[in-house]
C-alpha cells in the first residue's frame, strides 16, 4: 500500500486551508498515494467560537462543506482520505466533537472517530491549553478496512495513552493513524519517542500527518509528519514548512517481524 503522510500549516481560514488541503491531496495522488492522510486541524486552527460555527454533522445522509470537499477529491482522484481531525456537531453546541474521518476510493464515508484523550495541559513554556472547555470526548476504539487492511484509528494527544492502540490492535489494526497539531515544547521532545513506541510495542505501521509552525493565538506546533514501520524505524518524513512524506508499506514485513518478535503473543493482559 502506497501511503502519503501531509504536513500543513492551518490558519483560520478554512476556505484558504481547504484548498492547501485539496492541492497537497492532488500532489500526493499524483506520486503514486493511495491512502492520503491530512492533519489533526486541517480545516481550521483558530479561535473556538468559530470552530463552533463550523461544526458539521457527519454521517451518511448528510454532507457538510469540509466533508463534502473531502469526498469529491477521493472520488475525483480515486484515493482513500483521512481527514485528521475536525469540528463534528455533538449534542452540546458549545463542545462540537474533534473527529478523524475516513473516506474510501469513492467518496464514501468509511468511518469516523471521535477523539477521546483531550489535551488540558499547563506547559512549561507557559502554554495553558484546555481542549476539554470547548471539545466533547469521544469514547469508542475505531478501526475500519482499508483496501483489504485493517486500519486504526486515533488524534494526536491519544498517543500517550498506550492502551487504546491496545484495543485497534486487538481489533486487528496493522495500521494505526495519529493526525497531529503537537506543540513544539512537547514535540521536540516527545513527538519521534511516542510514535517509535506504539509502532515497535504493537508492531504496526504508523501514519502521522501533523501540523507544522505558527498559528493563530500564539500557537506553534512542531511538524516532522512521518511514518514509522514496525521495527520502530522512521522510513519517510516531512521537513519544514508544507509538504508531504510517502511510503510503501510492506506487509510482508509486518508479518516477518511479528513472527521473529512475538510479543503480541505473549502477552499477559
Not at 236 to 263: H, I, M, N
Amino acid at each position: 500500500m502506497r501511503v502519503a503522510v501531509v504536513q500543513m500549516n492551518s490558519q483560520d481560514d478554512v476556505l484558504l486551508n481547504m484548498s492547501r488541503a485539496r492541492e497537497w491531496i492532488g500532489r500526493a495522488a499524483e506520486a503514486g498515494a493511495q491512502l492520503i492522510t491530512l492533519p489533526e486541524n486541517f480545516a481550521f486552527m483558530g479561535e473556538e467560537a468559530r470552530k463552533r460555527e463550523i461544526a458539521e454533522r457527519i454521517d451518511d445522509h448528510f454532507t457538510g462543506p469540509i466533508v463534502g470537499e473531502l469526498r469529491e477529491e477521493a472520488a475525483k482522484r480515486g484515493v482513500w482520505i483521512l481527514g485528521g481531525g475536525m469540528p463534528e456537531a455533538s449534542g452540546d453546541p458549545a463542545r462540537p466533537f474533534n473527529t478523524s474521518v475516513l473516506l474510501d476510493g469513492k467518496g464514501r464515508l468509511a468511518a469516523t472517530y471521535r477523539k477521546v484523550h483531550l489535551f488540558d495541559v499547563s506547559l512549561p513554556d507557559g502554554t495553558s491549553l484546555r481542549e476539554s472547555a470547548a471539545t466533547s470526548a469521544g469514547s469508542q476504539a475505531v478501526t475500519a478496512e482499508v483496501m483489504g487492511v485493517r486500519v486504526g484509528l486515533s488524534v494526536c494527544y491519544d498517543v500517550r495513552f498506550p492502551e487504546l492502540y491496545r484495543r485497534l490492535v486487538d481489533q486487528g489494526a496493522r495500521i494505526v493513524t495519529v493526525p497531529s497539531a503537537f506543540t513544539l515544547t512537547t514535540g521536540k521532545d516527545h513527538w519521534h519517542a511516542l510514535l517509535r513506541a506504539r509502532a515497535i510495542e504493537n508492531q504496526v505501521w504508523v501514519l502521522a500527518p501533523a501540523q507544522h509552525g505558527k498559528h493563530p493565538k500564539g500557537r506553534t506546533t512542531y511538524g516532522k509528519s512521518l511514518v514509522v514501520d514496525p521495527w520502530g524505524e522512521v522510513v519517510a518524513q516531512c521537513s519544514e514548512g508544507e509538504g508531504f512524506a510517502v511510503a510503501t508499506l510492506d506487509f510482508e514485513y509486518q508479518d516477518k517481524v511479528r513472527t521473529s518478535l512475538p510479543s503480541l503473543l505473549h502477552r499477559k493482559w
